[in-house]
């Protein structure tokens, strides 16, 4: 009985095609899950609205989230963050800076906020505050409570109003990492670097 030549190079062909449609579909497959896993668990990308965050952030601007931030590390002072309360009416994601940490009491005076009865000295150049709301009494944080409030201290519906209150932990979505447009890093961001991005968008 002799050998068919042309019968194994057949079956080769075919090992080899049947091999190169199970790689691709396992590519797929790995870049399927790695997209699935970049937008459900890594980052985001979200809209500024409203005017709470000047000069900071401004009205429609695109920020990208670092969801995956707070996984192994707890949020910061001054960082801001996106969250979405859902213990509340309202569904949409809201963007403020944190200012008082868990365990801290925070407290209110002529305009200024003071962290465990000692001035916080701001991270970033702000107005003093018309309205202290809550915070006109010392509020003492739960384990999983941040205090947050927008740069826009007088535009802000924040932390010292009830309609919203201290943010817990869980409600936290991410931190904001990214500004698009004109792009930087949103820790990077201050009151000069917004006044020389208007510059740079007006001179082009």
């Not at 190079?9 to 997209?35: D, H």
């Not at 006109?136 to 519906?157: A, H, K, P, Q, T």
């Amino acid at each position: 009985m002799g050998y068919n030549f042309e019968s194994y190079e057949r079956k080769e062909k075919v090992n080899k095609i049947l091999k190169e449609i199970i790689i691709w579909v396992l590519e797929l497959i790995l870049v399927i899950g790695a997209a699935y896993f970049i937008i459900h668990y890594a980052v985001e990308k979200t809209t500024m609205v409203g005017e709470s965050m000047e000069p900071i952030l401004l009205n429609e601007d695109e920020i990208v989230i670092n969801k995956f931030a707070y996984r192994f590390t707890e949020p910061e002072r001054f960082d801001i963050i996106i969250f979405k309360q859902s213990g509340k009416e309202h569904s949409f994601y809201n963007i403020k800076r944190i200012i008082g940490l868990p365990g801290e009491k925070v407290f209110i005076k002529d305009g200024l906020v003071y962290i465990d009865g000692e001035l916080l000295q701001e991270k970033i150049t702000v107005d003093p505050m018309t309205t202290a709301g809550v915070a006109e009494e010392e509020i003492l944080l739960d384990e999983n409570e941040f205090f947050v409030l927008g740069d826009n201290r007088n535009n802000s519906e924040d932390s010292r109003f009830a309609s919203l209150g201290n943010i817990v932990k869980e409600d936290i979505i991410g931190k904001a990492w990214i500004r698009l447009k004109p792009f930087n890093f949103v820790n990077q961001l201050t009151t000069e670097t917004r006044f020389d991005d208007e510059n740079v968008q007006e001179q082009e």
